[in-house]
Every structure is written in structure tokens, then in C-alpha cells.
């Protein structure tokens, strides 16, 4: 196969003729007449067992919580119409954390490691490696790939067994220049390639079905990469070997590590993700079996089960509710699934890394779009031929927005006192469901230990809960921001951009200092003094919001 050359217009001409392998059209209004999914065989008694745990422990945690919080309403407004809205919403938010408890718990069971392959393996089919990018800082894009080239050389799969396509959606002239510019110099190598369109038509997903309508042919694997992920020789071999020996394996999703991005946020998130990232992935890889999730990156594909699996719809409809899929991943997982392909999760992240939001700014787009997203599966819940677990992973994505919501209702219902609650009960039982994530997590890797371990554990957990506390209240408004926008119809665009957004031109955290204060305010005028108390731990860190803002943004020390 011959090099991409780099011409001096905006789009690149492939030099080799490649056999077509394109995906079936999917429009939405076809989905309603699938059948049921198809089947990968049977479920393993492993698989059976955790599914069960799960279903049983989730609906038993989540009805002691509603239990609780109905037992403590007062008896006089039972039965009236706020009551059974308070109620019927609090269900909504207790499943949704009963099941994140649920997970964490089959968290802690054995990780289902890759079986490693002999010295010397070497896949019998091609894989490519592909990066997808658009817009992002072109060094950072050079320096990913010139690493990717050196691991995929190390292990001896570069060239004979594999090749990196950097396939580019960026549409500034500038950014286009210097993408060029940064990747010059590895196109040196035959086994990497670019090639950038000039119509981004279909977004990320887009791009790969073009890639796969003119080059799909020669390869049999997909590694599919963001511009900022990164992913060792010795971790890529695995995933290969596994999906190899596997011949109705579609997807293979791997765990991932957020590299340091210098600030406070990043390193937040960071040890976020080393404390509880892997109790939480594996129990997701324990529930979901062979209909597991895909995150849009870091993961194996197989070439012919994404063609068969039909092309993504588009839904009808003006943006935010309709036009392109911005969460595509959850829905091309199920779409593999529901063509009879398996999914799994590989919950590990050795050698597999990606880079966090650099800042709060970052990290607030990334989440409307993500928030946009995640409404449009509302859309898709009710399609035909979805598995059961594919249509709860869309359900879990659409919750981790509309709790925010929910939460913000419930706190203006009891303010207005349009409910009473004559016990702080409620929420000590809602609080220890909503930390036992990070309880089991932080027990896992106490497990087996000395104590001079479990007291560097234990001191690393706090910190993450004390700073997790700090950031989630200015979060969850900000969810809540997002998901009003979407209800109103505003369109936030593939990149999450806030332009014409009057909040978000303010300076960073007033609305949220605002609302904090606003609320203060009403809890002083129509409450004792006291319930600022258990106010207090959302209250403070959103009236001081514009100073933790400042502090999150900052580099960490070290």
C-alpha cells in the first residue's frame, strides 16, 4: 500500500485502489421493525450470577432509600399530589445510585485479566490504527502518533501487521497548516498515513465509515484512537490476541488512565480514576458480559462487524433532540450487539491513557456535549432488537444528567415546603449509598495490605473525597444549566461550544455564586437557622465557587 502524499489544497487523494466494505444506511424509522438481537451464544454462569446480584442489589438499595424517605414525610400531606411527585422522582435518583453502588460492588470481585500471548504471536489479520481528530493541537497529534509508531515497532506489528491512519476533520486553513506541518515528517514512514476531508459530513463516526468505504478492505481491525489517547505495544498485542481468538467478538473496549495535565483538576481527576477507575470499569465488565459499552476510543473493532452492524441513524429533527449523534459510542455498541455481534470490556488501564479536560472550562464543554448527547438516546430507548443491557447503558447515560434536575427539584420542593421531612434519615442513608463507590474502592485496594499502605489509601481517598466535595455542587448546577439548554433547543455543536451563552460570558463561577447565595437567602427566610447546617456542604463550595474555580484551574504542585 502506498503513502498519502500531502498536497497543498484541502483534500487528499488515496494513491491505492482498496475493496469497498460499507455499512448498511440505518435510518431511525427502520429501527422499529428489527427483530430481537441476535444471539452470541450462551451467557456464562459468571455472567448470569453478577446480572442477577446487580438487579437484586439495586432495587433493594434503592427501595430502603425511598422506604426511608417515605417513612419520614409528614403524615398529613401523604398521598397528596407533591407528595407522589417527590417520591416518583427520588425513585428515579435512587436507582440511578443504587445502581452505580451495585456496580462498585461486583467491582471488587476478581479482574477478568486478557490471557497475555505467547513470545513472538503476531495477528493473522491487519489491524489499523486509527486516529481521529479534529481541530486538536497538531504536536500533541504528531507526538501521540510518532509514539504509537515506536510502540506498534517494538512489538513487530508495525508494517507486516498494522498501520496508523491519522484521519483529520479539522476545517480551520491555520490548524489545517500546521496539522500538515507536525505530521510531515512521519509520513516518512510507509506504514503511517493522512488523509483529511473536506466535507466532516457524519462527524467522528462519519469519518470512519468514509475510511472504511475506501481502505476498510484491507484490514481486520480497527484500534480506533482519539487525538489525545495513547495505548502501549504491549497492551495493543493483547487486545489483538483476544479479539483474534475470539471470531464473534465485534468490539473490544479497554479501561483507560487520564494522563496529567498539570492542573489541579487534572490531577483530581486523575486519582479519581486510580482510586476507584478499575473497581468501576470491572464491575461494568461483570454485568454487561458480551453486551458491553464502547467509549469512542481505545478499543478494537472488528472491521466486518461494524459493517454489518448498519450505519448509525440520523436523527429527524432540528439539533439539540435531532440531526447528528453526539454520544455515538453507547449506540454503536448496541447497534454491534443488536447485529449479533459481542461487546466487551477489558476493565484494565495498564498501558491505555487518555488526556482530561485541561480545566473547568474544558471540562464544562465536554460535559454539554456530552449532556446533548446522552438526551438525544432518549430518542433510541424504545428502539427494536436492542438488548436489555444496551438499552439500560443508554438509560445510565441519560440518568447521569437528569439527576442533577432531580436533586435541584427536591431541594426547591423541601425550601418551599411543599413537602416536610421530619428525620435527617433520608439523607444519611442517601449520602452512605452515594460514597459506597468510593468506600469499595478504597477497600479494594486496602485489601491484603500492611498498614502503612492502607494509611497511604486512606489518606489519598480522603483527599479525593474532600475535593470531589468541593467540586460537585458547582457540577451539578452546571448539568443542570446544560440540561435546561437542551430542553429549550439550544444547540451546543460537536466541539460543546457556549458562544451566545449570556451565563457563560460571565466571569467563571458567578452564576453559581449567584444561585448559591440566592438560595441561602431563601432557606434563611423560610427555615431556622439550622438547616443551613446540612445545607452547608452544597451551599459553601457554590457561593464560593469564582475562588475554587480560580484554584482548580491552577497548576498542581509537583
Not at 203 to 223: A, T
Not at 253 to 274: K, M, V, W
Not at 479 to 502: E, F, M, P, Y
Not at 540 to 555: K, T
Amino acid at each position: 500500500m502506498r503513502d498519502f502524499a500531502l498536497p497543498s489544497d484541502d483534500t487528499i487523494t488515496q494513491t491505492a485502489a482498496a475493496p469497498p466494505l460499507a455499512p448498511r444506511a440505518m435510518p431511525v424509522r427502520g429501527l422499529h421493525r428489527m427483530g430481537a438481537a441476535a444471539s452470541c451464544g450462551p451467557l456464562s454462569a459468571g455472567v448470569q450470577r453478577a446480572r442477577i446480584t446487580f438487579v437484586v442489589l439495586t432495587l433493594s438499595l434503592a427501595a430502603v432509600m425511598v422506604a426511608t424517605l417515605a417513612a419520614a414525610l409528614e403524615p398529613a400531606r401523604a398521598g397528596t399530589a407533591a407528595v407522589v411527585v417527590i417520591l416518583a422522582l427520588f425513585t428515579l435518583n435512587a436507582l440511578w445510585l443504587s445502581a452505580a453502588a451495585s456496580a462498585a460492588v461486583l467491582g471488587a470481585m476478581p479482574v477478568r485479566r486478557l490471557a497475555q500471548p505467547a513470545p513472538g504471536w503476531t495477528p493473522r489479520g491487519r489491524t489499523a490504527v486509527l486516529y481521529l481528530v479534529c481541530g486538536e493541537d497538531p504536536e500533541m497529534i504528531a507526538t501521540n502518533v510518532r509514539l504509537m509508531r515506536r510502540e506498534l515497532l517494538r512489538t513487530g506489528l508495525l508494517g507486516p501487521h498494522a498501520d496508523i491512519f491519522v484521519l483529520s476533520d479539522t476545517q480551520a486553513p491555520q490548524t489545517i497548516a500546521a496539522e500538515e506541518h507536525a505530521l510531515k515528517g512521519l509520513l516518512a514512514t510507509p506504514a503511517i498515513h493522512y488523509r483529511r476531508r473536506a466535507d466532516n459530513t457524519g462527524r467522528k463516526p462519519g469519518n470512519i465509515r468514509d475510511w472504511m468505504q475506501s481502505w476498510g478492505g484491507h484490514y481486520d481491525y480497527m484500534l480506533v484512537m482519539d487525538a489525545d489517547s495513547r495505548m502501549s505495544g504491549a497492551r495493543v498485542r493483547e487486545l489483538l490476541h483476544h479479539i483474534e481468538a475470539r471470531p464473534r467478538l465485534g468490539l473490544l473496549q479497554t479501561g483507560t488512565r487520564p494522563l496529567s495535565g498539570g492542573s489541579r483538576l487534572t490531577e483530581l481527576q486523575r486519582l479519581s480514576a486510580r482510586l476507584a477507575g478499575l473497581t468501576a470499569i470491572n464491575g461494568l465488565a461483570h454485568v454487561t458480559g458480551d453486551a458491553g459499552n464502547f467509549w469512542g476510543h481505545n478499543a478494537v473493532l472488528r472491521t466486518r462487524a461494524l459493517a454489518e452492524a448498519g450505519g448509525l441513524p440520523r436523527l429527524s429533527g432540528p439539533a439539540p433532540m435531532g440531526g447528528d449523534l453526539l454520544s455515538h459510542d453507547f449506540v454503536e455498541a448496541a447497534w454491534l450487539r443488536r447485529a449479533g455481534w459481542a461487546v466487551e470490556i477489558a476493565p484494565e488501564a495498564r498501558g491505555s491513557f487518555e488526556e482530561g479536560p485541561a480545566d473547568m472550562a474544558d471540562y464544562r464543554a465536554r460535559d454539554r456535549r456530552w449532556c446533548q448527547g446522552n438526551m438525544q438516546h432518549l430518542r433510541l430507548l424504545g428502539a427494536r432488537g436492542l438488548h436489555p443491557v444496551n438499552r439500560l447503558l443508554l438509560a445510565s447515560g441519560v440518568m447521569m444528567y437528569l439527576a442533577a434536575p432531580i436533586w435541584l427539584m427536591l431541594v426547591l420542593a423541601l425550601m418551599l415546603d411543599l413537602v416536610a421531612i421530619q428525620s435527617a434519615l433520608p439523607f444519611l442513608v442517601s449520602i452512605m449509598v452515594l460514597l459506597s463507590p468510593k468506600a469499595v474502592a478504597a477497600a479494594r485496594w486496602m485489601r491484603g495490605q500492611g498498614w502503612r499502605r492502607r494509611r497511604i489509601v486512606l489518606r489519598a481517598a480522603l483527599r479525593e473525597l474532600g475535593l470531589s466535595a468541593l467540586v460537585a455542587p458547582i457540577m451539578m448546577l452546571r448539568q443542570v444549566q446544560a440540561v435546561g439548554a437542551v430542553a429549550l433547543g439550544h444547540d451546543c455543536g460537536w466541539k460543546g461550544s457556549h458562544r451566545g451563552n449570556l451565563l457563560a460570558r460571565l466571569p467563571a463561577g458567578i452564576p453559581e455564586s449567584a444561585v448559591g447565595i440566592a438560595l441561602a437567602a431563601a432557606m434563611l427566610a423560610l427555615h431556622p437557622p439550622a438547616v443551613l447546617i446540612w445545607a452547608a456542604p452544597v451551599l459553601v463550595p457554590l457561593i464560593a465557587a469564582p475562588l475554587l474555580i480560580v484554584w482548580f484551574d491552577r497548576p498542581a504542585r509537583g
